[in-house]
Nanobody, 126 residues
Framework: QVQLVESGGGLVQAGGSLRLSCAASGRTFSWYAMGWFRQAPGKEREFVACISWNGGSTDYVDSVKGRFTISRDNAKNTVYLQMNSLKPEDTAVYYC???????????????????WGQGTQVTVSS
């Protein structure tokens, strides 16, 4: 288990950018693939992006490909989500999570992750 704390959310106009960070505590951070999910009001939690344990592979939901970039710095126990060209439909609470395995794909589901942050709100105005 790791403890995760997200930051970097906020209010931005459509077309703008935000960079989310997720700081992890615990020496085992580099063992796990990491993911970002989001949940809009009245909707299920949705996979957004994931990155393998060493950053060697990434995957994204189709709706954010070309706009979002996930990265990690294992020396800093931190995973990032750079979000560009934001759209109003990106509005949600964003969560980072640590996977049960070192590899993940865009088929990942919430049950594939064992530790979650508290979430950070992202609001995109039109």
């Amino acid at each position: 288990q790791v403890q995760l704390v997200e930051s970097g959310g906020g209010l931005v106009q459509a077309g703008g950018s935000l960079r989310l960070s997720c700081a992890a505590s615990g020496r085992t951070f580099s063992w796990y693939a990491m993911g970002w999910f989001r949940q809009a009001p009245g909707k299920e939690r949705e996979f957004v992006a994931c990155i393998s344990w060493n950053g060697g592979s990434t995957d994204y939901v189709d709706s954010v490909k070309g706009r979002f970039t996930i990265s990690r710095d294992n020396a800093k126990n931190t995973v990032y989500l750079q979000m560009n060209s934001l759209k109003p439909e990106d509005t949600a609470v964003y969560y980072c999570a640590a996977a049960h395995s070192p590899i993940a794909t865009n088929a990942a589901r919430p049950a594939d992750f064992h530790s979650w942050g508290q979430g950070t709100q992202v609001t995109v105005s039109s």
